[in-house]
């Protein structure tokens, strides 16, 4: 294996722009201290400057239009973003309220006059913004928030406000210091009619950073991490914005005070508009992804310099990677980087595909498609009225985004952990990167969408057909529809019952003991496990929500003692979909890297069936005898993989002064 080949096929289409940012990592060794050597008023200013500095040269322009001062590139722009988690995490996020959120809400949910006006400055860094969702009593709960946003068509204005202490925008980046406006998200009123959700745009400080009549910003003072980022506090007293302040995509509100949209159902407008941001979700996960190649590329390259005892009699003490218990600690992980490395790379074609503006067979301009009629809908279900264009399409992505950004940012705080935990004291030491890396992730599990909540809209989809319907996704919105049709939708569309008699041919249960390492490398044997898990999650817990409803049992109470098994499913849905795209990358590789690359698959597809060896024992699955192999074959691979270990993680790029850490680099005096 060549470690530029296996880095080639890694960096895949997007290789440019993942070096222009590699480049300027390493040009800058200071970066990787500054959360450690710097006050926090003075680490807030630097990376301010340092989101001038790569807005300067470009980067975040990458994926704009190019009538605004854009590069059209939204795939290279957004494998940027991912690689600058191999830098400093306050910089990263910075850069994605600026550029992902703010700028992003403006692209997608304003129009052209809003493009016109503020576009440009947002991505040149001009205007530095914020984006106003979350409120001190609703994070996840978008749909319930307080803030209001009420015309007055006596001045053709609309006043913001912030009824009570619970509707106080509440963890606002950029709000402490550095944005000047905010894109608000708040209940619409307009004639005295409340439409919902919906998102304007407010100025919040002058030109010399005071704070605007009306306007209270305070500051959210120290985190657990990211303390680069100023992350602030918004209230609002009768702000007063005019009519064209509203981003007004898919709803409008005329100088007289007439409201209109093309989506008559307010929730599937609400989905509709948070849909198109979805882009924060997709980056956030890819940047947990790249966190934990910069833990394991730390302390792998540790683990293989550094050594404890030995052999009996020996006078060289061995590696800690040489040691089985180690190779258990890192090596797994290191194979499930990888896995989802590729079920990123998936999320991001995907996100291509649909968003692009310059890919012609990109198909969701988000166009409400009049007249179309709702194939299979229900008159009064969520799903009813006109077609947005690429709805499908689009709630696909989101469901995959979710799982992907809830799957990726666990295994980053479960990879940083074990790699902290694998360095000894010296992973404590601050100087080695890894507790800055601990502290900056940890965050990222509940932001841009709690990931319990994730894996719930994952399983939503599962359970519901998105073309159908955009229901609520709280409990009891989700258990209502599942009680009118979805489930025997989901049962008959899964084909549950033919799937689980082909699965009994396909995959070996607990009688099967003549032979238990028959295909325990065989890429259909791994398939077939997780799709069974899958499947069977999936139809145990439709069986269990229809049972409950027809017992007239409440609808949230069905829901909420069935809660648990809901996340399972989508969980194990994440991991069957993460597998088969390794699977993928794998056969696709090229010859050179593909024997290596398929020992790291296996590691990975053997270590996941391993690790609910309990679950396939309890539903005979598996036999003891085959479930004991799995384990001896994991170990084997270990070994396998041991002697490479370093390379593969080189393949991933960290630039040296990310990893170059003490710890790992010998000093002058060893």
Not at 115 to 132: K, N, P, Q, T, V
Not at 612 to 641: D, F, M, Q
Request: aromatic residues 6%.
């Amino acid at each position: 294996m060549t470690t530029s080949g296996m880095r080639d096929y890694l960096d895949g289409p997007y290789k440019a722009a993942r070096d222009v940012v590699r480049a300027g990592l390493a040009a800058d060794a200071e970066l990787f201290d500054l959360a450690v050597t710097l006050p926090r008023e003075d680490y807030r200013d630097r990376v301010l400057g340092l989101l001038e500095r790569i807005t300067a040269e470009g980067h975040p322009a990458r994926g704009f239009p190019k009538e605004y001062g854009g590069g059209g590139d939204l795939g290279g722009f957004i494998a940027g973003f991912e690689m600058l988690a191999f830098g400093d995490l306050s910089l990263m996020v910075k850069a994605g309220v600026q550029f992902g959120l703010f700028a992003g809400a403006i692209l997608h949910l304003g129009t052209e006059r809003h493009h016109e006006e503020y576009l440009a400055d947002a991505i040149s860094g001009r205007l530095l913004g914020c984006f106003a969702m979350t409120e001190t009593g609703h994070g996840s709960n978008v749909q319930a928030l307080g803030t209001t946003a009420t015309y007055d068509a006596s001045t053709g204005e609309f006043v913001v406000h912030t009824p009570n202490p619970a509707a106080r925008k509440d963890y606002i980046g950029n709000a402490a210091r550095h944005g000047r406006m905010a894109a608000v998200f708040a209940q619409l009123v307009v004639g005295g009619e409340s439409h919902g959700v919906h998102c304007l745009l407010v100025p919040i400080r002058s030109a010399d950073g005071s704070p605007l009549p009306g306007v209270t910003l305070s500051d959210c003072g120290p985190k657990l991490g990211l303390n680069g980022v100023d992350n602030g506090r918004i209230v609002f007293d009768q702000v007063r914005v005019p009519r064209e302040a509203l981003l007004d995509r898919y709803a409008q509100v005329d100088a007289e005070g007439n409201y209109a949209s093309e989506i008559e159902n307010p929730d599937r407008r609400f989905f509709t508009m948070l849909g198109t941001l979805v882009q924060g979700r997709v980056s956030v996960g890819g940047a947990a992804i790249n966190a934990s190649k910069v833990a394991l590329t730390i302390a792998i390259r540790y683990g293989a310099r550094r050594r404890q005892f030995g052999a009996p009699g020996s006078a060289e003490e061995a590696s800690l990677l040489d040691y089985r218990m180690h190779q258990r600690r890192l090596l797994p992980l290191l194979a499930r980087t990888y896995a989802l490395h590729f079920a990123q790379a998936e999320l991001v074609d995907e996100f291509v595909r649909i968003f692009d503006r310059n890919n012609d067979k990109q198909p969701a301009s988000g166009r409400v498609v009049e007249g179309e009629p709702a194939s299979g809908r229900v008159e009064g279900q969520p799903g009813s009225g006109p077609v947005v264009e690429g709805e499908h399409d689009r709630r696909a992505l989101e469901a995959q985004a979710a799982g992907t950004k809830a799957v990726g940012t666990w295994h980053a705080t479960e990879t940083i952990q074990a790699c902290r935990e694998a360095c000894g004291g010296a992973g404590y030491l601050a100087e080695n990167r890894l507790a800055t890396l601990k502290a900056d992730t940890d965050v990222f599990t509940t932001f841009e969408g709690d990931n319990t909540v994730l894996l719930q809209l994952v399983a939503k989809g599962l359970l519901t057909d998105y073309r159908e319907s955009f229901g609520k996704l709280d409990p009891l919105g989700t258990a209502r529809f599942i009680a009118a049709q979805a489930v025997e939708i989901a049962v008959e569309k899964a084909s549950l019952r033919p799937l689980v008699e082909r699965l009994r041919d396909a995959v070996p249960n607990r009688s099967d003991t003549a032979d238990p390492d028959a295909g325990l490398r065989d890429d259909a044997y791994h398939s077939g496990m997780v799709r069974f898990r899958e499947e069977h999650m999936l139809s145990g817990v439709a069986r269990r929500l229809k049972a409950g409803i027809d017992a007239g049992d409440e609808p949230f109470d069905v829901f909420n003692r069935c809660q648990d098994h809901v996340i399972a499913a989508g969980r194990a849905h994440v991991d069957r979909v993460v597998l088969e795209a390794f699977q993928t990358a794998v056969q696709s590789a090229p010859e050179e890297i593909r024997e290596q690359l398929k020992d790291i698959y296996d590691l990975h597809a053997l270590a996941t069936i391993e690790s609910e060896r309990a679950w396939y024992l309890e539903h005979g699955r598996l036999s003891p005898g085959r479930s004991k192999a799995i384990t001896a074959l994991v170990n084997e691979l270990c070994a396998a993989v041991r002697p490479v270990a370093v390379d593969l993680v080189d393949a991933f790029g960290v630039p040296g002064a990310a990893v170059d850490v003490p710890m790992v680099v010998p000093s002058q005096h060893e």
